[in-house]
């Protein structure tokens, strides 16, 4: 099996991936469109591929590959369409990112599977700001939906 690392130019994250995959002696190569990806000056990075990660260069992967995108964007993208790839997914389908990579959605999510979470009232409108019970012990925090 072989790691397939996708780096952006100035990606830290890939770049502690390929070290720990380096380390770690797992076969991996760095895709990136950037030929100057941070991932690409690392001592552990042996294989590489200058190419866009669009659905030609991953159409071309094999059974055998696993896809490591780093960025919740590509992670989304690329799991829209993970019926037509060969290659193995190193991430959630495409339901599960969506909850997950929105603090709404999986707030509800846990509420819904009695896990424990902070108490929590949703306010999608103005007015029901008016419904929130009185005494509320501070801190409390406000973020908008």
Same mark, same amino acid.
């Given at each position: 099996?072989?790691?397939?690392?996708?780096?952006?130019?100035?990606?830290?994250?890939?770049?502690?991936?390929?070290?720990?995959?380096?380390?770690?002696?797992?076969?991996?190569?760095?895709?990136?469109?950037?030929?100057?990806?941070?991932?690409?000056?690392?001592?552990?990075?042996?294989? $590489?591929?200058?190419? @866009?990660?669009?659905?030609?260069?991953?159409?071309?992967?094999?059974?055998?590959?696993? *896809?490591?995108?780093?960025?919740?964007?590509?992670?989304?993208?690329?799991?829209?369409?993970?019926?037509?790839?060969?290659?193995? *997914?190193?991430?959630?389908?495409?339901?599960?990112?969506?909850?997950?990579?929105?603090?709404?959605?999986?707030?509800?999510?846990?509420?819904?599977? @009695?896990?424990?979470?902070?108490?929590?009232?949703?306010?999608?409108?103005?007015?029901?700001?008016?419904?929130?019970?009185?005494?509320?012990? $501070?801190?409390?925090? *406000?973020?908008?939906?």
């Amino acid at each position: 099996m072989r790691a397939i690392v996708t780096s952006e130019l100035d990606d830290h994250v890939s770049l502690a991936v390929v070290r720990s995959l380096g380390k770690n002696k797992i076969n991996f190569t760095v895709v990136s469109k950037f030929e100057r990806a941070l991932a690409l000056n690392s001592r552990y990075c042996k294989d $590489f591929n200058i190419t @866009n990660v669009d659905m030609n260069f991953l159409s071309k992967l094999s059974k055998d590959d696993i *896809l490591f995108p780093m960025h919740e964007e590509s992670m989304c993208q690329i799991s829209k369409n993970q019926k037509k790839l060969p290659c193995t *997914l190193a991430f959630p389908d495409y339901p599960t990112l969506q909850i997950v990579t929105n603090k709404c959605r999986l707030l509800h999510h846990a509420i819904e599977h @009695n896990l424990p979470c902070p108490k929590t009232w949703f306010i999608a409108h103005p007015d029901d700001i008016e419904d929130l019970p009185a005494g509320l012990q $501070f801190p409390v925090v *406000l973020r908008p939906t």
